[in-house]
């Protein structure tokens, strides 16, 4: 049953980043085509800026996901690093406690933000709803409360971070 | 109260070990629910913080920078470095500060920089003779400039984290001088200690080899060009020049280099977005996060606690200062840009103090942060590949933050080196 749940955050993780990369690469085609319209063909496109924008709070909330499950994250770790045995798991706990507050006030309110807005559609995109772009809110949300269960069930509150693919680094 | 509530709670929940960005929303909620802000206004900031034009110049830089450092581009500018200064003594230290310097120009990023240049010049300097720990020093101590020329994407963050007010071309070209500074300084040192120490000298190179080095670095060289050259010409914003360069990026490495495999591509792709992850979702919930101190006047109050210490705004500097290099030793640079800049916005405009100056001072100042301990993300970067302790570096790097303090203290009381060159080049 663990090994299960684990591996099904395993695949929402994978799908996470697949859906995060394939908006990175989908902005970085479309400004340049919009630079190109401009400048080559003389006539500027009015979409490729509110959507790459629309895209890139997809990504950021899908990224910021894998990077909580993955330890990414920024943090001062100076005290969980001072801490060992049960004192350890209780402050992992408080930690993780913080994230699932934090992620299911993303989820409810997101919902909620969403229902309001669901009937407005985006001035660029009369098809699109407003909700849309601010449906990564509760989704993201959602997902981190999925991998908070998944690491208090497990008990590998903090894992080191693996090698493999590290981040370039934002600094 | 409604202070402790969100400061005290940040401070808390950073210090127990919570991602700084979740720490930010969830004491953003906090400070919510307690004074009877509706939540929705929090999620509604959060995700505007991110729904912002020229957020997106972030992940193209890194994008940029990341496909420049696994496309060799950090090896051949060592190698274009080693041509005008390799034979000096103490040259490949040298060598290790210009190219880190050039490399700053595609990266933008401190840590970034580290782990490519370093990866070639530590080994390299150890082979030519120099001690292992003052190959670490230089390297981690040479990847400060980066933070300061274009494209650094940290300037990008300040500017939106002052509410976009600030152009981000002028913080562009106002730190130009201020790298250039500091890389001559840190030369300056490496010259002194080569000298002292006897380290060696390089190899002259022959000019026919010198000029195949040169031609194939200019490749690279020319994203530079594409940056400044579209924001300084007005033909680009920062964000499709940082777009351009993404593109051009690839091509140079995929077509002219070709050092990496199409194969490996949707792993750097990976790496990325995790980066991307990491700032990110920091913008959005400290957006909220200046939101509520707004609502809670907090700005204001520093107004007017700082107004009231002294009415000389180079008292109020030297304060700050101080406070901001405590501070950055705990605390990782853009979390530390995203929290202060909505605070001391106010402040330096009661002190006449121009918002691309303190800029420019903070991200200097933040940035020598990120090479000390205890969290010093370049610092543990550069330990990792030159295999050394924290400890040892630690100690050994310290006559490094001479020459950088001294930088410090001029930018900080020079406003002219930072703001002559924007205002000939660029319209107010």
Known sequence: MKAQYVRAMDAINQACLFVAGACLIVITIIIPWGVFTRFVLNSASSWPEPMAVLLMVWLSLLSAVVCYRENLHIGVGLLPAALSGAPKVVLGWIIELGMLATNLFMLWWGVKLVAALWYQSIAEFPLVSVGVSYLPLPIGGAIIVLFVIERL?????????????TPISSE | MDVFILIGGFTVLCLL????AYALGLASIFAALWIGIPLEAVMLKTSDGMDNFSLLAIPFFILAG???????????LVNLAKVFVGFIRGGMAIVNIIASTMFG???GSSVADTAAIGSVMIPEMIKAGYPRLFAVNVTISGSL???????????IIYSIAAGGTISIAHLFVGGIIPALLLGLSLIILVLIISHRK????????PLGQALRIAGDAIWGLVTIAIILGGILSGVFTPTESAAVAVVYAFLVTMFVYRDVKWNELPKLVARVVRTVGMVMIMIGFSIAFGYMMAIMRIPAMATDFFVSISNDKYTFLFYVNILLLLLGTF???????LICTPIFLPVIAQFGIDPVHFGIIMILNLGIGLLTPPVGPTMVVGCAIGKVTMEAVSRSILVFYIPMLIVLALVTYVPALTLW???QLLKP
């Open chain 2, 198 to 205: 006897n380290y060696p000298k390089g190899e002259v190179i």
């Open chain 2, 145 to 155: 400039q980066p933070l300061l020329v274009p494209p650094s994407h940290n300037m």
């Open chain 2, 17 to 20: 070990g919570m991602p700084v």
């Open chain 1, 153 to 165: 069930w497990t008990g590998k509150l903090f894992a080191e971070p693996s090698l493999e693919g």
């Open chain 2, 105 to 107: 120009c595609l990266s």
């Open chain 2, 66 to 76: 990341a496909i420049m450092a696994v496309g060799g581009m950090a090896e051949r």
């Open chain 2, 331 to 337: 605390m990782d640079l853009a979390p530390m840009l």
């Open chain 2, 421 to 423: 060159l924007p205002a």
